[in-house]
Protein backbone atom coordinates (compact mmCIF):
# COMPACT_ATOMS: atom_id res chain seq x y z
CA UNK A 1 0.00 0.00 0.00
CA UNK A 2 1.52 3.16 -1.20
CA UNK A 3 2.07 5.97 1.09
CA UNK A 4 1.91 9.56 -0.26
CA UNK A 5 4.35 10.90 -2.19
CA UNK A 6 6.30 13.80 -3.86
CA UNK A 7 8.34 14.73 -6.43
CA UNK A 8 10.89 16.14 -6.51
CA UNK A 9 12.20 15.87 -3.00
CA UNK A 10 14.92 18.79 -3.67
CA UNK A 11 14.71 22.06 -5.95
CA UNK A 12 17.02 25.18 -6.22
CA UNK A 13 15.48 28.27 -7.81
CA UNK A 14 15.79 32.03 -8.01
CA UNK A 15 13.81 34.86 -7.55
CA UNK A 16 11.02 35.40 -9.90
CA UNK A 17 11.04 32.04 -11.34
CA UNK A 18 8.29 29.38 -11.16
CA UNK A 19 8.05 25.94 -9.18
CA UNK A 20 5.37 23.42 -9.30
CA UNK A 21 5.76 20.74 -7.25
CA UNK A 22 3.66 17.13 -7.21
CA UNK A 23 2.13 14.90 -5.04
CA UNK A 24 0.37 11.70 -5.37
CA UNK A 25 -2.07 10.84 -2.33
CA UNK A 26 -1.89 7.29 -0.44
CA UNK A 27 -4.29 4.97 -1.87
CA UNK A 28 -8.18 5.04 -1.11
CA UNK A 29 -7.49 9.15 -0.40
CA UNK A 30 -9.46 11.24 -2.72
CA UNK A 31 -8.41 14.76 -0.50
CA UNK A 32 -4.99 16.55 -0.47
CA UNK A 33 -3.93 19.27 1.34
CA UNK A 34 -0.73 21.40 1.05
CA UNK A 35 1.57 22.78 3.73
CA UNK A 36 4.76 24.92 3.99
CA UNK A 37 6.91 24.13 7.11
CA UNK A 38 9.57 27.04 7.74
CA UNK A 39 12.69 26.34 9.36
CA UNK A 40 12.76 25.65 12.73
CA UNK A 41 8.74 26.00 12.74
CA UNK A 42 5.74 24.36 12.52
CA UNK A 43 3.64 23.60 9.04
CA UNK A 44 1.31 26.39 7.88
CA UNK A 45 -1.58 24.94 5.59
CA UNK A 46 -1.79 26.73 2.16
CA UNK A 47 -4.93 25.00 0.85
CA UNK A 48 -7.26 21.59 0.39
CA UNK A 49 -7.95 20.38 -3.40
CA UNK A 50 -11.04 17.95 -3.41
CA UNK A 51 -13.05 16.77 -6.31
CA UNK A 52 -10.94 18.96 -8.15
CA UNK A 53 -11.58 22.13 -6.68
CA UNK A 54 -9.69 24.41 -4.03
CA UNK A 55 -12.11 23.90 -0.64
CA UNK A 56 -10.29 25.84 1.86
CA UNK A 57 -7.22 28.05 2.11
CA UNK A 58 -5.36 29.67 4.14
CA UNK A 59 -3.28 32.78 4.59
CA UNK A 60 -1.57 32.86 1.72
CA UNK A 61 -0.85 34.92 -1.69
CA UNK A 62 -2.55 34.34 -4.87
CA UNK A 63 0.77 33.37 -6.35
CA UNK A 64 0.44 30.00 -4.54
CA UNK A 65 -2.13 27.84 -6.77
CA UNK A 66 -3.35 24.50 -7.19
CA UNK A 67 -4.77 21.86 -9.75
CA UNK A 68 -6.13 18.68 -8.44
CA UNK A 69 -6.17 15.76 -11.19
CA UNK A 70 -9.08 12.90 -11.63
CA UNK A 71 -6.68 10.51 -10.16
CA UNK A 72 -6.60 12.97 -7.01
CA UNK A 73 -2.79 13.86 -7.79
CA UNK A 74 -2.14 16.99 -7.32
CA UNK A 75 0.46 19.99 -8.20
CA UNK A 76 1.16 23.19 -6.17
CA UNK A 77 2.43 26.53 -8.45
CA UNK A 78 4.37 29.26 -6.71
CA UNK A 79 4.43 32.34 -8.91
CA UNK A 80 7.03 34.68 -8.91
CA UNK A 81 9.28 32.88 -6.23
CA UNK A 82 10.31 35.11 -3.38
CA UNK A 83 13.77 34.35 -0.98
CA UNK A 84 10.74 33.74 1.97
CA UNK A 85 9.79 31.07 -0.20
CA UNK A 86 12.14 28.83 0.67
CA UNK A 87 10.63 25.69 2.85
CA UNK A 88 10.11 22.16 3.05
CA UNK A 89 6.40 21.87 1.06
CA UNK A 90 4.56 19.23 2.69
CA UNK A 91 1.31 17.36 0.72
CA UNK A 92 -1.01 15.42 3.23
CA UNK A 93 -3.60 13.09 1.76
CA UNK A 94 -7.00 12.34 3.99
CA UNK A 95 -10.57 11.03 2.38
CA UNK A 96 -13.48 13.20 2.44
CA UNK A 97 -13.78 16.68 3.80
CA UNK A 98 -16.20 16.12 6.61
CA UNK A 99 -13.89 17.95 9.21
CA UNK A 100 -11.01 16.83 11.19
CA UNK A 101 -10.52 13.82 8.81
CA UNK A 102 -6.80 12.49 9.80
CA UNK A 103 -4.08 13.53 7.20
CA UNK A 104 -1.24 11.44 6.18
CA UNK A 105 2.23 13.59 5.47
CA UNK A 106 4.61 12.59 2.56
CA UNK A 107 7.95 13.38 2.79
CA UNK A 108 8.10 16.54 1.38
CA UNK A 109 9.98 18.79 -1.19
CA UNK A 110 12.59 20.89 0.02
CA UNK A 111 12.46 24.35 -2.12
CA UNK A 112 15.72 26.79 -1.79
CA UNK A 113 15.25 30.24 -3.07
CA UNK A 114 18.13 32.00 -4.23
CA UNK B 1 -7.23 33.33 16.49
CA UNK B 2 -5.82 29.91 16.82
CA UNK B 3 -2.97 28.81 18.32
CA UNK B 4 -1.27 26.01 19.60
CA UNK B 5 1.84 26.12 21.89
CA UNK B 6 4.43 23.61 23.00
CA UNK B 7 8.08 23.66 24.58
CA UNK B 8 11.10 23.84 22.57
CA UNK B 9 13.43 20.86 23.90
CA UNK B 10 13.22 17.92 26.04
CA UNK B 11 16.47 16.30 26.66
CA UNK B 12 16.01 12.55 28.47
CA UNK B 13 17.87 9.36 29.46
CA UNK B 14 17.62 6.33 27.12
CA UNK B 15 15.13 4.14 29.29
CA UNK B 16 13.35 7.16 30.99
CA UNK B 17 9.76 8.27 30.01
CA UNK B 18 9.46 11.45 27.58
CA UNK B 19 6.38 13.87 28.50
CA UNK B 20 5.77 16.35 25.83
CA UNK B 21 2.93 18.74 26.37
CA UNK B 22 0.98 21.19 24.07
CA UNK B 23 -1.73 23.65 24.78
CA UNK B 24 -4.38 25.08 22.41
CA UNK B 25 -7.10 27.65 22.22
CA UNK B 26 -9.50 26.22 19.78
CA UNK B 27 -11.79 23.79 21.97
CA UNK B 28 -14.02 23.06 19.10
CA UNK B 29 -10.97 20.39 17.22
CA UNK B 30 -13.05 17.01 17.11
CA UNK B 31 -9.13 15.03 16.93
CA UNK B 32 -5.90 16.01 18.41
CA UNK B 33 -3.03 14.70 16.48
CA UNK B 34 0.55 14.20 18.03
CA UNK B 35 3.35 13.59 14.57
CA UNK B 36 6.86 13.13 14.29
CA UNK B 37 9.61 14.28 12.27
CA UNK B 38 12.93 12.87 11.59
CA UNK B 39 15.70 15.22 10.40
CA UNK B 40 14.88 15.73 6.99
CA UNK B 41 11.84 13.99 6.83
CA UNK B 42 8.06 14.03 6.29
CA UNK B 43 5.66 13.84 9.09
CA UNK B 44 4.88 10.81 10.61
CA UNK B 45 0.93 10.78 12.11
CA UNK B 46 1.90 9.04 15.47
CA UNK B 47 -1.25 8.78 17.29
CA UNK B 48 -4.69 10.89 17.50
CA UNK B 49 -7.06 11.53 20.30
CA UNK B 50 -11.03 12.10 20.19
CA UNK B 51 -12.24 15.10 21.83
CA UNK B 52 -14.75 13.09 23.66
CA UNK B 53 -11.56 11.16 25.65
CA UNK B 54 -9.65 11.31 28.19
CA UNK B 55 -6.79 9.67 27.40
CA UNK B 56 -5.57 7.00 24.77
CA UNK B 57 -2.81 4.32 24.95
CA UNK B 58 -0.82 2.73 22.02
CA UNK B 59 2.02 0.60 23.13
CA UNK B 60 4.53 2.92 24.23
CA UNK B 61 2.51 5.92 23.79
CA UNK B 62 0.40 7.38 26.31
CA UNK B 63 -2.49 10.51 25.57
CA UNK B 64 -3.65 12.80 27.80
CA UNK B 65 -6.40 15.17 27.12
CA UNK B 66 -7.52 17.92 29.60
CA UNK B 67 -10.18 19.57 27.97
CA UNK B 68 -11.08 22.22 30.98
CA UNK B 69 -7.12 22.96 30.75
CA UNK B 70 -6.57 22.97 26.96
CA UNK B 71 -4.00 20.57 27.50
CA UNK B 72 -2.45 17.79 25.29
CA UNK B 73 0.49 15.99 26.44
CA UNK B 74 2.30 12.82 24.72
CA UNK B 75 4.07 10.59 26.97
CA UNK B 76 6.79 7.98 25.88
CA UNK B 77 7.64 4.82 28.15
CA UNK B 78 10.70 3.73 27.87
CA UNK B 79 12.13 5.92 25.38
CA UNK B 80 14.79 4.93 23.06
CA UNK B 81 17.46 6.43 20.79
CA UNK B 82 15.36 6.30 17.90
CA UNK B 83 12.60 8.19 19.23
CA UNK B 84 14.55 11.51 19.17
CA UNK B 85 13.10 13.65 16.66
CA UNK B 86 10.93 16.75 16.97
CA UNK B 87 7.45 16.01 17.69
CA UNK B 88 4.21 18.05 16.86
CA UNK B 89 0.88 18.54 18.27
CA UNK B 90 -2.08 19.26 15.91
CA UNK B 91 -5.32 20.14 15.76
CA UNK B 92 -7.88 20.63 13.29
CA UNK B 93 -10.32 24.34 13.50
CA UNK B 94 -13.56 23.65 13.43
CA UNK B 95 -15.12 21.86 10.80
CA UNK B 96 -12.46 22.11 8.27
CA UNK B 97 -9.55 19.74 7.49
CA UNK B 98 -6.86 23.21 8.37
CA UNK B 99 -4.54 21.55 10.73
CA UNK B 100 -2.68 24.03 13.19
CA UNK B 101 0.37 22.72 14.39
CA UNK B 102 2.56 23.64 17.38
CA UNK B 103 6.22 24.82 17.14
CA UNK B 104 7.19 21.39 17.61
CA UNK B 105 9.20 19.54 20.70
CA UNK B 106 12.47 18.59 20.05
CA UNK B 107 13.44 15.52 21.97
CA UNK B 108 17.03 14.27 22.37
CA UNK B 109 17.67 10.73 23.76
CA UNK B 110 21.08 9.98 25.66
CA UNK B 111 22.45 7.01 26.34
Not at chain 2, 45 to 60: A, E, G, P, V, W
Not at chain 2, 65 to 94: E, V, W
Request: glycine share 10%; net charge negative; charged share 20%.
Amino acid sequence: DAGVTQSPTHLIKTRGQQVTLRCSPKSGHDTVSWYQQALGQGPQFIFQYYEEEERQRGNFPDRFSGHQFPNYSSELNVNALLLGDSALYLCASSFGTSGGQTQYFGPGTRLLVL
Amino acid sequence: GEDVEQSLFLSVREGDSSVINCTYTDSSSTYLYWYKQEPGAGLQLLTYIFSNMDMKQDQRLTVLLNKKDKHLSLRIADTQTGDSAIYFCAGPLYNTDKLIFGTGTRLQVFP
